[in-house]
């Protein structure tokens, strides 16, 4: 008996790492300082170690900026411009960045979704990566929370009163919490490689643009290149979400243990039960 009382606290360490990762993972890019209430949904970036995709890009001819980059988080997408000061000037280069700080980002395809830096960028529009779907690992994140808060209120009634139904019934909601953070941890994973490839290789290199400047003519263009200088997926991410699945899949056949061992104890227990009465 004492060693089904034990059981039950066994998962606990690792149902708080899934809970706690998966907050991790939504908080990312997220500024605390930011209301709902407020007009202004562009906002300075926080908790950038939990991004998903990370791209930097130059556009030539240089402007006034030397290159960009977009940060992509679950529920937050930031843009950041580099200034190109002049070759004879000692002033520092400057980044200037916002994000869009709510849950429109959940699904986005080039250009029409994506928030550009400034008119030049949008013009050229030149990401052609097909839709990105946040909303799927989004929701399985959320199921497995859910989850998550289950059982550990399954560790509070465990111990001594946890009966053979209990046992079950824990043992079915790890099993869910194990399939959801496997389908969100493949649905992301999915999302940020073929995103990175479609970045590196199906980005317009080349546009041209109706010139602007002085002295050009009506019809005359202006060819723009874009090149992509890196690329990179966010490790932070990719460790936690797939650590978050072995954590559950490892509390899952540890319920099935406790649920084997409680419907073995229970016929001894119900024994003693009877012999305490007749005695």
């Not at 998903?52 to 843009?79: A, D, K, M």
């Not at 649905?187 to 490839?197: E, N, P, S, V």
């Not at 479609?198 to 290149?225: M, P």
């Not at 559950?248 to 243990?257: A, H, R, S």
């Amino acid at each position: 008996m004492q060693m089904i009382s034990c059981i039950p606290y066994l998962p606990l360490p690792l149902t708080i790492f899934t809970f706690v990762s998966i907050i991790l993972i939504n908080v990312g890019g997220v500024n605390p300082n930011y209301t709902s209430s407020s007009s202004n949904y562009f906002v300075l970036e926080k908790n950038s170690a939990f991004n998903l995709v990370n791209w930097n890009y130059t556009i030539t001819p240089l402007q006034s900026f030397g290159s960009y980059e977009y940060h992509l988080y679950l529920n937050r997408l930031c843009s950041f411009a580099k200034s190109q000061p002049p070759s004879y000037s000692l002033s520092p280069s400057i980044v200037s960045g916002n994000c869009i700080n709510d849950r429109n980002t959940g699904e986005f395809e080039d250009g029409r979704h994506l928030y550009a830096p400034n008119a030049l960028v949008g013009s050229l529009s030149p990401f052609r990566f097909s839709t990105v779907y946040l909303v799927v690992p989004f929701a399985f994140y959320i199921l497995t929370a859910i989850c998550a808060f289950f059982l550990m209120v399954c560790v509070i009634f465990g111990g001594k009163r946890l009966g053979r139904g209990g046992a079950i019934a824990c043992t079915v909601i790890s099993g869910l919490a194990m399939i959801f953070v496997i389908i969100a941890s493949a649905a992301i994973t999915g999302q940020m490689y073929h995103l990175k490839d479609q970045i590196e290789n199906d980005t317009r290199r080349i546009t041209a643009l109706s010139s602007q400047t002085i002295g050009s003519q009506i019809g005359d263009t202006t060819d723009w290149t874009t090149t992509i200088n890196h690329v990179s997926v966010g490790s932070v991410v990719l460790g936690l979400t797939w650590a978050s699945a072995v954590a559950m899949m490892i509390e899952f056949f540890m319920w099935v243990w406790a649920a084997i061992a409680v419907r073995k104890e229970s016929p001894n227990i119900a024994m003693k039960d009877e012999h305490r009465v007749q005695g």
